[in-house]
């Protein structure tokens, strides 16, 4: 499979002053529709913001083949959501299901909520990161003395309606594991301390990555990732060229490498918005999904998540294309 070998360092143009080189070094995120190959990963990582409930992305391959660049990118592509302003958790202005509980009742009591537009948020998760910091952290003192709920959010509240992005994720702690694949599963992250209990939305598109040679990953991770990418090394000399050509031009300067790809990226951007409008309507007719269910008994898939998944994924292309 080929993929693009690009770093993820975004380096500001040298002519500009200080605070513009800060600005232009902290918007520059290499354009998804210039990254050359790695169409399997590309195609499983729009699927799943397509439709999230497909069940995240698990991507394997080698170090230096551009998956954590590729992740930012289709981050930095996708549009602008409506938030509740000054909501840690992103709370969605009119979905129940995507608000925390407070402003949940703020609506139902037809209270005003300022609202705001926000970029899908990507949130990378540490290696080392500990329980507290993934979930959040309840101050009890303060919340038996004054009776509030004193909560700080964590990664999770961040991730909330973004993609939330786990590298070396078969070197990450199995309980921690499980916390992000309940709290993806369910779309919602509970924290209890002390008898004392909160609750806010988590639904994120989780992707994963690894390298095999690194660890082993587990069958029943693997299992929770609805899809699932393989990439490698590029060995044509030619695309390696291209590869590290494109990479130095945007490193160089990228401003006017952006404004190449302005057409390009506003024309992905909104084909995924078309995708995410038509996902309701699309329809599988039923011999196709007796053909989905013959495949994935054939292949001995315990379950039938792989059927549901593939289901899924069948309407999201459909969407797309």
């Keep these: ?30 354009p998804f ?27 394997m391959g080698d170090r230096g083949t551009g998956k954590s660049t590729t992740i930012r990118a289709l981050a930095d592509v996708l549009p602008e959501i409506d938030v509740v302003a000054d909501d840690p958790f992103n709370s969605h202005p009119s979905d129940p299901d995507l608000m925390t509980d407070e402003i949940r009742e703020r609506v139902g009591n037809e209270k005003p909520v300022a609202t705001t537009k926000k970029k899908v948020q990507m949130v990378d998760l540490p290696l080392g990161a500990t329980e507290d910091r993934v979930c959040g ?6 919340a038996l003395s004054e009776g509030v709920r004193a909560f700080e959010p964590g990664l999770l509240a961040q991730a909330n309606r973004g993609i939330l992005y786990v590298d070396e994720v078969n070197l990450l702690d199995d309980h921690l594991v499980d916390v992000l ?48 990418a393989e990439i490698r090394t590029v060995k044509d000399p030619v695309l390696r060229v291209k590869i590290v050509e494109e990479r130095t031009a945007f490193d160089q300067d ?68």
């Design 254 to 321: 990228p401003r006017p490498y952006l404004e190449q790809y302005t057409t390009q990226q506003s024309e992905i951007q909104q084909t995924i918005v078309n995708a995410q409008n038509l996902l309701k309507s699309v329809m599988i007719d039923h011999e196709l999904r007796v053909q989905i269910s013959q495949v994935c008994a054939e292949l001995d898939v315990d379950g039938l998540r792989g059927d549901i998944v593939t289901n899924r994924a069948a309407k999201a292309i459909a969407a797309l294309e």
């Design 1 to 30: 499979m080929s993929s693009a070998n690009t770093a993820t360092s975004n380096v500001a143009n040298s002519a500009t002053s200080p605070a513009d080189a800060q600005a232009v070094t902290r918007r520059a995120v290499f």
């Design 181 to 228: 694949l309940d709290s993806a599963a369910s779309g919602w992250n509970t924290v209890e301390r002390e008898g004392v209990s909160i609750r806010h939305p988590a639904r994120f598109v989780m992707v994963g990555s690894g390298n095999p040679e690194e660890g082993e990953l587990r069958p029943q991770l693997l299992d929770r990732f609805g899809m699932h």
């Design 33 to 59: 529709t210039a990254i050359v190959g790695q169409d399997e990963m590309k195609l499983a990582l729009l699927l799943n913001v397509i439709d999230p409930k497909i069940g995240g992305v698990m991507i």
């Design 137 to 142: 952290t309840i101050d009890i003192e303060k």
